[in-house]
Each structure stands twice: as structure tokens, then as C-alpha cells.
């Protein structure tokens, strides 16, 4: 089943949001390969983050990630109006389902 | 640069089958897994399956096995995705991702949205 994310965040411009993301010892807390996309309706999703805290060429530096045991979180930084959109968390899972995704949290920028 | 090109948008009848296919430019296409990733209205991703072309070796996840199936072509760089056996609550956007390695999903697929519909 997916990984438990808050279903909604907010912030305001220039302030900063954490969004969690919950696994267990099989997935988050198992291995270091936690990815986070970013969703805006209508398009495909990107990748911001991968193996927990690796930022791809391109995305800005304000966003960041980091793992705790069986929790994985994801802070955007100097929240801009762009960054409104939904955000996922996934993870590797083992031979099993090799990858599972978080339920996606909303994120407005108010 | 790697770019995936999906079929376009598909509507079925219950209980009926749907390939949607997804073809690669750039890149290297037979050692990277190609997943399938769905979103259906209201809901969040949902990891279905991977192929990696070069072996032909294809991983489920568990609620879609026996009705999913993934395969690739070399010769085209096109994998496809069937699913079987058609519900309503199979009505989504359907994704083809490829990964780079790491478990991860850096280049996607513009999305087929699969309407099934009596």
C-alpha cells in the first residue's frame, strides 16, 4: 500500500514547508533509494529528488531531502507560486514491489 | 536527451483489454527498466510494473499480477503495457517511466488516459 504523506501543506511565499513521507523497515528505512516528484495536473511528473537527498541538473537548490529512520521528508525552501502542485515520495521495496509511492501531498502556496 | 513518446487516449468496454505503447528516443533504451506508473482521477502514482529491454526481465506489483503485462522491443526501442480484464476503477492516466539505475524516474512519458466505460 502507499507510503502515508500528509494530504495537504501550505506555506507562503518565501517561507519553507517539510512534507513527510512514512515507510517501514522493508522500504524507507531499508534503503537509500527515496525519490520525490513534483505533480502539476494535467502534466508528467518530475523527479526533484533521488536517493533520499540528490538533487537532478536543473532543479534549484531550494529544494532538499533527508531521511530518519523510517521517515523521509522533503523541504522546499523560499516557496514560490510555482511550486504549488502535489508531491510524492517513493521508494525501493524489496523484491516484492520494487517500488512503492506515497499517497501524494498538495502542496499551496498561499 | 531522452524522450518517451506514449499512444494516444484509449476507451473500453469492461472486461476488455488495452496496450498502450511508449517509444523511446535518445538515450540508451536497453539497459534502463521502462516502468508503468497510473494515476486515476482522485488518486495518487501507482507503481504497476518495469521491463528492462535488454534482458526482457519484467517485475509486477502485487495487485496487478496476472492481469499486466509488459514487453519490450528492441528493434523499435518500444515497450508496451496490456492490461487485462477491465474496470471502471481502472480508468487513469497511464505512464511509462524510464529509470536510471537508481530506482528513480528522471524521464517520462506525456500520459494516455484509459477511460473504461459500458
Known amino acids: 500500500s502507499a507510503l502515508p504523506q500528509p494530504p495537504s501543506a501550505s506555506g507562503s511565499p518565501g517561507q519553507s514547508v517539510t512534507i513527510s513521507c512514512t515507510g517501514t523497515s522493508s522500504d524507507v528505512a531499508g534503503y537509500n533509494y527515496v525519490s520525490w516528484y513534483q505533480h502539476h495536473p494535467g502534466k508528467a511528473p518530475k523527479l526533484i529528488i533521488y536517493e533520499v537527498s540528490k538533487r537532478p541538473s536543473g532543479v534549484p537548490d531550494r529544494f532538499s531531502g533527508s531521511k530518519s529512520g523510517n521517515t523521509a521528508s522533503l523541504t522546499v525552501s523560499g516557496l514560490q507560486a510555482e511550486d504549488e502542485a502535489d508531491y510524492y515520495c517513493?521508494?525501493?521495496?524489496?523484491?516484492?514491489?520494487?517500488?512503492?509511492f506515497g499517497g501524494g501531498t498538495k502542496l499551496t502556496v498561499v | 536527451q531522452v524522450q518517451l513518446v506514449q499512444s494516444g487516449a484509449e476507451v473500453k468496454k469492461p472486461g476488455s483489454s488495452v496496450n498502450v505503447s511508449c517509444k523511446a528516443s535518445?538515450?540508451?533504451?536497453?539497459?534502463?527498466?521502462i516502468s508503468w506508473v497510473r494515476q486515476a482521477p482522485g488518486h495518487g502514482l501507482e507503481w504497476m510494473g518495469r521491463i528492462i529491454p535488454l534482458l526482457g526481465t519484467t517485475n509486477y506489483a502485487q495487485r496487478f499480477q496476472g492481469r499486466v503485462t509488459i514487453i519490450a522491443d528492441k528493434s523499435t526501442r518500444t515497450a508496451y503495457m496490456d492490461l487485462s480484464g477491465l474496470r471502471f476503477e481502472d480508468t487513469a492516466v497511464y505512464y511509462c517511466?524510464?529509470?536510471?539505475?537508481?530506482?528513480?524516474?528522471?524521464?517520462w512519458g506525456q500520459g494516455t488516459l484509459v477511460t473504461v466505460s459500458s
Open positions: 517511466a524510464r529509470e536510471s539505475g537508481k530506482w528513480d524516474l528522471p524521464h
Open positions: 517513493s521508494s525501493y521495496a524489496g523484491s516484492n514491489n520494487l517500488v512503492v
Open positions: 535518445g538515450g540508451t533504451f536497453n539497459n534502463y527498466a
